[in-house]
């Protein structure tokens, strides 16, 4: 997140009402509820977890073990049952 100095960026009189709160610090200023984005996407991570848990489903859909994708996939069994999971009930709450 880049550092915006508040002088160049906000009115003068919304400047000094800032100040009476806070001086010389570093603020976050959270986006709007309705603009926040999920975990993982503005870096990617999330599309490469969803992408990892459609192949694991595609595999054990063609007879892969949960011992081989635990194996293939650096996880542990348990770890890909969750997959398995938690991806067959979100399938099954659309319909």
Known sequence: MPYI???TLLPP?????IQKY???A???IPRLPEQRLGWGRKNGSRDALDRRDASILTLKAAGYSVEKLADQYGLSPDGI???LYKKSSRRRTRV
């Not at 009189?13 to 009402?17: A, M």
């Open 81 to 83: 049952r969750k997959v």
């Open 22 to 24: 806070v001086q010389g």
């Open 5 to 7: 100095n508040a002088d």
């Open 26 to 28: 570093l603020v976050y």
């Open 13 to 17: 009189d919304l400047l000094k009402e």
